[in-house]
């Protein structure tokens, strides 16, 4: 069995570092201050329980971020959808190769510094981790020490690195450490992310409101990572996707015997998040009865799970809520708490649909087709670039789907394109209403005067149905109950309708 690290720091003379500081008592050896290590986020991935728990204590102890994890499979969906500064992987695991999980990381988040681990050290094996990508190697067994200086050089790069990146907005990168960058050079996306910023540090309660694919998830995780919880759990809920009944069982937990399948206790959602922080999206859309259950959660900290008849537990959670909806029109419609709305809209935060800041959408463009262009194609081919023409007319188009929907006609174009192609209007056809076909002067759509009329008829109605299901469908997420809701017609009839048009939900889910 591999041998834990050992925590009675012993001294080495084959690893060194040029980070410390001996000058400044307040920094650590990596030359690093309490905050510029609080703020780097370690991972560390290995199949030995006594790694991972000397590992977290180590680091965790020197003020640095960590998380661990113990199958290789859970860290290979983790590093899918979570930014890491620092990966520590072992090299040798059951089911999932520790180079094949290097590889997903490097291909998600290609600024992060990965270091591989093994018991099995070899020139050879050193040497297939470095070419594949790893920033170090790590041989086992290792001591508290040699972590310390390996993860404080790391730590080291990484902040130089940000210090020389970041010296101002570049780029219209507004924020982009530890997770999902967010872009835009308008006064309103600034100014959204100068509030997030200011009420990040506190545990006020945020309300954030916008349309579908505005980046409302997005900015909750941001405030989250610059919040003094940001080394505990962020957890999120839709409340449009669950049923009221399943929705109040993952938020509150529930007992055994409360119903049908329950077979053991259970903790809810708001039991992992203590300490962290919680994101209800959707909020409108949450039972009355669960609204008011959660107030008291809000007033006190008490929760009872599904099934019981005390309280089983008190957290400290800070909630950050979001919705697509006009807030209002929810109270005015009697599907939002009053007492509750106000206790989570402390600080409230408006971010503007895409259509509202198009000096914004070059900027998107650009990032969104560097970012396809490396997940998808081979490292050093040039990226396919947009004509003049091209660009004119994503800037010009509504974008009822806003970011998201930005987003994934980019993708679609970044993957179906050559190196270096200019990307011409005629390939723009993805969008919701497929080239532009309205009268120059009477703006009324253009149809084929030779064609028979109820041929004719018949294409203008393809055409109005086809461009309305797809910004309807994308302006609720895929949510068809709500879809169908909204346009006043039964849920049979909005499948029916969808399927004509060969429309996947899917496409617009989130």
Known sequence: MTEPVELDEQPTDAVHTDAADVSDPTKGPDGLDEDARAAVRVYVVDDEPSILESCETVLSTEGYACEVERRAEEALKRVRSQAFDIVLIDQNMPNVHGLDLLAEVRKRNPDALAIVMTGHATAESSVRAIQ??????????????????????????????????????????LVERGGSPILGISKSMREAVAKALKVAPTDASVFITGESGTGKELFAQYIHRESRRSRRSFVAVNCAALPGELLESEMFGHKRGAFTG??????????????????????????????????????????????????????????????????????????????????????????????DRPEDIPVLIRHFIDHFWRRHQLPGEEPPRLSRESLDRLVSYEWPGNV???????????????????????????????????????????????????????????????????????????????????????????????????LAREAFAS
């Not at 086992?140 to 010296?167: C, E, I, M, N």
């Not at 099934?307 to 006009?326: H, L, P, Q, Y």
């Not at 064609?451 to 109605?461: G, L, R, S, T, Y």
Request: net charge negative.
């Open 132 to 173: 594949a990508g790893a920033w170090d190697y790590l041989p086992k067994p290792f001591t508290a020490t040699q972590l310390l200086v390996l993860v404080g050089r790391a730590a080291h790069t990484l902040v130089k690195s940000r210090k020389v990146q970041r010296p101002t907005e570049k780029k219209g990168i």
């Open 262 to 355: 329950a077979i053991r206790d259970k903790a809810g959602l708001l039991e992992v998040a203590d300490q962290g922080t919680f994101f209800l999206d959707e909020l409108a859309e949450m039972p009355m009865p669960l609204q008011a259950k959660l107030l008291r959660v809000l007033q006190d900290g008490c929760l009872r799970r599904v099934g019981s008849e005390k309280d089983d537990a008190v957290v400290d959670v800070r909630f950050i809520s979001a919705t697509n909806r006009d807030p209002e029109d929810a109270l005015e419609e009697g599907l939002l708490r009053h007492d509750l709305y106000y206790r989570l809209r402390v600080v409230p935060i408006r971010l503007p649909s895409l259509r």
């Open 404 to 502: 998201r929907e930005l987003q994934n006609v980019i993708e679609n174009l970044v993957v179906l394109s050559d190196p270096e192609e200019e990307i011409q209007p005629d390939r723009l056809t993805i969008l919701g209403g497929g080239s532009d076909t309205s009268h120059p002067i009477t703006g009324l759509p253009v149809v084929d005067g030779g064609m028979p009329f109820h041929d004719a008829k018949q294409e203008i109605i393809d055409r109005f149905e086809r461009e309305y299901l797809s910004q309807l469908v994308a302006r609720t997420e895929g949510n068809m109950s709500e879809a169908a809701r909204q346009a006043g017609i039964d849920r049979t009839t909005l499948y029916r309708l969808m399927d004509k048009h060969n």
